[in-house]
């Protein structure tokens, strides 16, 4: 009888012997950061079949299995699940709080949810480690507006614009926000240099139209229209605009 003990006893610290082992195989292997923002079907796939076959639950997330963790997070939110995304985010900054990739998303989640005061704070925190992302700003930016703090979302706006000016709707966005602050001159600058980045943009074209109109500015109102029309030949509401203008204006026949 006490040999069959001794031999389970062995067993057992054998067990825990190679799961320690095991382990340790994964702490070293493991990544941590940067962290990838999009997977490719074949990761994704391999994360599926994990899932099924070696399911883990957040409350029993351990260290060494941080990056799932967060590939599981970023799939969930890549599929719309963001009650799911928000659950295994969390968990991640419980175990690394400058985690700035899940700073980010589960920000994003809660201004989709409508709470712009919580995802604040996160931005808050996340620039305060890093201000080196333009789309960080673009964010923080967002929960500002959406509390209609528009100088302060306006400010946000325009330190991702000094980080990377080639998104033209990173531009729209300062542009409308100084539109709704009556600021109808700077609102034209802002639509007029997303028009250089997308000049074929009727909407941009449009807007650049009416708020040329509204400051006076003949000229930029003139060019937009035109370029309308060029686009769009047949829209006749465009095209009875440019000849009224050019009843007004004879010089730009």
């Known amino acids: 009888m006490s040999q069959i003990l001794i031999a389970a006893s062995a067993l057992a610290i054998m067990i825990w012997i190679f799961s320690i082992q095991s382990r340790l195989s994964k702490s070293k292997n493991m990544k941590i950061g940067p962290w990838p923002h999009e997977l490719d079907q074949a990761e994704k796939n391999a994360i599926r079949e994990e899932e099924d076959i070696n399911p883990i639950k957040p409350e029993d997330l351990d260290y060494t299995d941080l990056t799932r963790a967060y590939r599981i997070a970023d799939m969930n939110f890549a599929r719309g699940n963001l009650g799911e995304a928000e659950k295994w985010f969390i968990n991640v900054l419980a175990f690394d709080p400058n985690h700035c990739e899940s700073l980010n998303r589960l920000g994003v989640i809660y201004i989709q949810q409508g709470n712009a005061r919580r995802a604040e704070i996160l931005y808050r925190k996340l620039l ?4 080196k992302e333009s789309a960080y700003y673009c964010n923080y930016g967002k929960c500002l507006y959406n509390q209609k703090r528009l100088p302060e979302a306006i400010e946000a706006y325009d330190n991702a614009l000094k980080l990377d000016s080639s ?4 531009f729209v966005s300062v542009g409308q926000i100084h539109y709704e602050l009556k600021d109808y001159v700077k609102a034209l600058s802002y639509f007029v240099k997303a028009l250089d980045l997308d000049q074929q943009n009727k909407e941009y074209l449009s807007i650049t139209a009416e708020l040329a109109e509204l400051v006076g500015d003949t000229d930029r109102m003139h060019k937009s229209l035109e370029k309308i029309v060029e ?23």
Do not use: F, V
């Open 231 to 253: 686009i769009d030949p047949y829209n006749e509401a465009i095209r009875k605009k440019l000849e009224a203008l050019r009843g007004i204006n004879p010089a730009k026949q």
């Open 167 to 170: 998104r033209p709707s990173r």
């Open 128 to 131: 305060s480690i890093t201000q």
